[in-house]
């Protein structure tokens, strides 16, 4: 009888064991994480303290309650020839376990409502940034600076479908992360532009709703440079894990010397344009870009999903005349998850997937996109 | 009319207007259902057994993890607790049968057809809905596979059959009580499941107009929830959620009942402060409606607002807090003994106080920027619905089945599943705590590899709870085809209450002359 | 007998209740809703004309207005601020421009939806002219220079430096015969 006691009561008293070990581990050890990191934002910190302090005035409580619920079931058995007694209740004793519970709660509405003042504070930023959640990616845009880019998942379908081993950052790797400078007050102003996705980042404890048509905001300032991972986490379709949030934060100089270049990169581009392009360039270009922004969908071989995305195979539009096709990629289908990528991809992207669509499974066009046309069809349709 | 059940199988259960077989039927639906919700579950869990794809896509993904949270509130947790209400209630209150007996027929046959609706979008071209039980709008309408109608249509029959099912509890309990049974009297799973009911006709009509917007939306060009039309997406989650918070205290509610009535049973004591008991459930039903917007912390709502629904939500805890206070208390200086019932009926306390201090956690602003949408979401409201309401519901039915059907349950099987879904529960969503804090959200078809091993240890976990319902089925068959006779109307030594004054096995036909309750 | 017509009574008072909650669902919550925006300035939605009363200049005071607009899914325009910022001083009426063009061969129809964040700036960002009272057609091909005149209000809070004027950018064409009846 006393062995069944002595594992019934450490059986039960798992929970509470587990809850005192999620509090007390380090954060460090990669595979077994326990708890929330600390972060290196003023928000995030306030975050952790507080979850902190709910931690432990839980485990206390917890302690205390199914310490006596415990003392009771060892020492209250029928089969320990106990007689059980008939009270069933008592004033003081209700009062009492009312009054003090919220006044617990009471005390710790102090922390939480200095806590979500930080969270708040977003007036007087150094620097803007807008964030757009697509479907499924981001758009970061330097306000004022005229710095605009996409940031997509980079971990090739291969690895995801298990035909290649993982790399050590899987869903963890995008094209190009956010850059952002250490020790600026840089504000996020959140939107979505088909449904809704959240941008999180949890080491600035920054976690907003992107809605398409409303703006939300957030900030971060930190003085730790370093590479931030964060995730969507608000269901946005089939690849709503496949849309990870990198932040890079970086000293000022670095950080100015990657804006220029950027600012810079947008010049060289323009020159680019008018080159005329060969097959087997827009080939190498177009399969990159293919990887990258529609594989996830039309998947791989161009096969797509019978009745989700339609298979670009033998497609009407694929082995069509280019102006469709160009038009497709530059406009989207309305109310689908085909976007509009004029604004996402350049004309020498452009140019080159559809060159590499037209050119590739089987399909065998054989003309030849160039980047111009697709800058003539913008500025002529 | 003192005749029996109709000898003829069709008749008998297909236009039943008996309390106790509609129970039955409630009963055996919801296990069907919780069977199939759990082997969506399990395809969930095998998935994300390792990161990568493996099994299925990313997109059948979603529509199993809507389709789990859908089958299980609606078509599992739901019904059972119609089903027990079914059975007990009129023998509780010493009623002859439910007030409306053609109308409890009614609701309870409309719900094989919405599930069968429902269940079916899932072999239609374009899937099944894939945007979470939540369905979030423009995901839930712009975006949505055309089958989002069968949806639709499915939600309006599930509200329609417990809005009946509702009226019905609140008929029979208002009128049909026996001479002498006063409100104060009834047995807290009686009062707990009258409040539900009200809670259910108040909130099932917001859920039927929140998709019916949808409908309009999608089909006739409304923009109830669409910017470009002057609506807003952000007013669907405040419409869900004032159906959503009071929904997750209709699930968990009659879990209260049932465990307040177990543990003075096997305490072989009156139940601790009984009328606290009423008025912390009352007003933990009231405050489900004053602090819906808790599960929105991230839309950006103003923080005047943001501040409110984080006391409010608060403030549950006190209420809260007294029951358990007072579940222990009953325990105190009793003479106890740990038969099936009462050790869910232990393990529901413990672990739904858990669930409660995650909770807590949740409802501070600041923290919740980190949890929301995380495992440890997941976590915390597997705690409250698994260890709280099945766990409950699975304690009620080892509690009443002999007197169901005359015959005992093994008590050793019974403690076998005990253990297996104890150790098999924590291992599968102890973890998910750890994934959320980590970083892992929810609805995530894979992940980084930082969260393989706690992924595995849950699928492992997922896997054998899965097994342990397998056990509960066989003992369940086993106990009604081969368990041992007994005809003591007690049953269990320390049962108080009309219910156990009847025959063991229960007759088909009870209290058809009131008895006096002193 | 007697508890029939009881059974009744409880089940037409519970059908008025449902019916009544699911009224409230459609026809309370949505309205309710837009006054809650409309006290708390989310989604800047205090979007109607606002018709110049006298305001006095507020001279020592200088406040940032940002200017963003964004393009909501396939909607294929060019649309953006011409300018990306001004100082104004509260209560000085001011006049900027949205660019757009419709890069398409097919006449559409636009409709902007505003934003003002700080939240609490909403209330003080005074719209006299904007585009986004309205629905915007473009022809195929065609540009326009979208105007919105605007006046911050000298009450706006001290805390506030910068405020954030947004626009996205809705393809309604589908939508426009529909449109017609509801224009409030």
């Known amino acids: 009888m006393s062995k069944r006691a002595r594992a019934l009561f450490l059986g039960l008293l798992s929970p509470a064991i587990l809850s005192l070990f999620a509090g007390g581990a380090s954060a460090e050890d990669a595979g077994w994480n326990l708890n929330m990191p600390r972060g290196v934002t003023e928000v995030s910190q306030a975050a952790y303290d507080i979850h902190m302090i709910m931690i432990w005035v839980c485990t206390v409580i917890g302690v205390l309650v199914f310490g006596f619920m415990f003392y009771i079931m060892f020492a209250h058995r029928k089969s320990r020839g106990v007689t059980a007694a008939n009270f069933h209740e008592n004033l003081t004793v209700e009062i009492l376990w009312t009054i003090v519970p919220a006044l617990i709660l009471i005390v710790m509405a102090v922390p939480a409502t200095t806590a979500l003042l930080k969270v708040y504070d977003t007036e007087n930023p150094d620097i803007d940034i807008k964030v757009t959640g697509y479907q499924w990616k981001w758009q970061y845009e330097y306000i004022g600076e005229g710095v605009k880019f996409m940031s997509e998942l980079r971990t090739s379908q291969d690895e995801q479908y298990g035909r290649a081993p993982k790399g050590e950052h899987y869903l963890r790797e995008v094209t190009q992360p956010l850059v952002i400078p250490a020790n600026k007050k840089v504000r996020f102003l959140i939107t979505g532009n088909d449904v809704i996705h959240s941008w999180w980042v949890p080491d600035f404890a920054v976690k907003r709703d992107a809605i398409p048509g409303l703006f939300t905001a957030a900030w971060a300032k930190t003085d730790q440079t370093g590479v931030y991972v964060g995730a969507c986490t608000e269901l946005c379709g089939k690849d709503h894990s496949r849309m990870p949030v990198v932040v890079e934060v970086k000293e000022e100089a670095e950080y100015d010397a990657w804006l220029a270049g950027k600012k810079e990169e947008a010049v060289i581009y323009q020159s680019t344009i008018g080159k005329e392009w060969t097959n087997d360039e827009l080939m190498a270009k177009g399969e990159a870009v293919y990887a990258v922004s529609c594989a996830g969908c039309h998947q791989s071989a161009g096969q797509g999903i019978p009745g989700v995305f339609p298979a670009l195979v033998g497609s009407s539009i694929v082995t069509g005349p280019v102006e469709g096709h160009i038009g497709i990629l530059i406009n989207g289908v309305a109310g689908s998850a085909m976007q509009s990528f004029a604004d996402q991809l350049s004309e020498v992207d452009i140019a080159a997937v559809i060159h590499y669509k037209r050119n590739s499974w089987g399909n065998d066009m054989g003309d030849m996109v160039q980047p111009v046309d697709v800058l003539n069809y913008k500025q002529n349709q | ?518 | 007998m007697n508890n029939s017509i009881t059974h009744r009574s409880v089940v037409i008072k519970s059908l008025f209740g449902v019916v009544v909650m699911f009224m409230f669902a459609i026809f309370v919550l949505p309205p309710l809703y837009d006054l809650f925006c409309e006290i708390t300035g989310i989604g800047g939605k205090t979007g109607d004309v606002y018709t110049a009363t006298e305001i006095t200049v507020d001279t020592s005071r200088e406040v940032e207005v940002q200017f963003i607009a964004t393009n909501n899914a396939t909607m294929p325009w060019d649309f953006y601020p011409v300018e990306h910022k001004v100082m104004v001083h509260p209560g000085e009426s001011k006049e900027i421009v949205f660019y757009a063009r419709n890069r398409t061969g097919a006449d559409m129809v636009g409709q902007a939806i505003p934003n003002v964040l700080p939240n609490n700036a909403a209330d003080y960002f005074l719209k006299t002219e904007c585009f986004c009272f309205n629905n915007q057609p473009l022809a195929a091909g065609e540009e326009a220079d979208l105007a919105v005149v605007f006046i911050i209000d000298p009450d706006l809070p001290a805390s506030v430096n910068t405020v954030t004027l947004s626009y996205t950018i809705f393809d309604i064409t589908d939508r426009v015969p529909m449109q017609v009846s509801q224009v409030q």
């Open chain 2, 1 to 518: 009319m003192a005749h029996g059940p109709s000898e003829n199988f069709f008749s008998r259960w297909l236009f039943s207007t008996n309390h106790k077989d509609i129970g039955t039927l409630y009963l055996w639906f919801s296990f069907a259902m919780f069977l199939l919700g759990g082997a969506f579950a399990m395809v969930i869990r095998a998935e994300l057994f390792q990161p990568g794809m493996q099994l299925i896509k990313p997109e059948f993904f979603n529509q199993m993890t809507t389709m789990h949270g859908l089958v299980m509130v609606f078509g599992a947790i739901m019904p059972a607790f119609v089903g027990l209400a079914n059975w007990m209630i009129p023998m509780m209150i010493g009623a002859p049968d439910m007030a409306l007996p053609r109308m409890n027929n009614l609701s309870f046959w409309i719900l094989p057809f919405a599930f069968a609706i429902l269940v079916s979008t899932l072999f239609m071209e374009g899937g099944g809905p894939n945007f979470g039980w939540t369905f979030y709008a423009p995901l839930s309408t712009t975006y949505a596979p055309d089958t989002v109608n069968y949806f639709i249509f499915g939600v309006h029959i599930m509200g329609a059959s417990s809005i009946m099912g509702s009226i019905n509890i609140i008929a029979t309990v208002m009128n049909m009580r026996a001479p002498g049974m006063t409100y104060m009297k009834m047995p807290l799973f009686v009062w707990t499941w009258v409040i539900t009911a009200f809670l259910l006709v108040a909130v099932m009509p917001v859920l039927a107009g929140a998709v019916t917007m949808m409908l309009m939306d999608i089909n006739f060009g409304t923009s109830f929830f669409d910017a470009a039309g002057g609506g807003d997406p952000v007013l669907f989650q405040h419409v869900f959620w004032f159906f959503g918070h009071p929904e997750v205290y209709i699930i968990i509610l009659p879990a209260f009942g049932v465990v307040s009535q177990i543990i003075p049973t096997f305490s072989r004591k009156p139940l601790f402060g009984y009328s606290s008991m009423v008025y912390a459930t009352a007003s933990i039903a009231f405050l489900s409606f004053i602090v819906w917007a808790h599960h929105m912390f991230t839309v950006g709502m103003p923080i005047a607002g943001e501040l409110y629904f984080m006391y409010a939500t608060m403030l549950i805890a006190v209420p809260t807090g007294v029951k358990v206070f007072n579940w222990v208390t009953t325990m105190y200086k009793g003479a106890l003994t740990f038969e099936t019932p009462m050790l869910f009926s232990i393990a529901f306390v413990i672990l739904f106080t858990f669930g409660g201090f995650t909770g807590m956690m949740l409802s501070i602003a600041a923290a919740d920027t980190q949890y929301h949408d995380t495992y440890f979401v997941v976590a915390h409201f597997h705690y409250v619905m698994v260890a709280g309401a099945v766990f409950s519901g699975t304690a009620a039915v080892y509690y009443w089945l002999p007197k169901w059907c005359g015959r005992m349950y093994d008590e050793t099987m019974g403690k076998l599943q005990f253990w297996i879904a104890f150790i098999a529960f924590n291992i599968t969503f102890m973890p998910q705590h750890f994934l959320g804090l980590a970083g892992m959200p929810r609805r995530y078809s894979d992940y980084g590899l930082q969260f393989a091993d706690w992924n595995m240890v849950s699928s492992i976990g997922a896997f054998m709870y899965g097994g342990a319902q397998l056990l509960f089925l066989y003992n369940v068959i086993r106990t009604i085809g081969w368990g041992k006779p007994i005809d003591d109307p007690q049953v269990w030594e320390g049962a108080e209450g009309l219910e156990w004054t009847l025959p063991t096995p229960a007759p088909f036909h009870t209290f058809s002359t009131p008895p006096i309750v002193k």
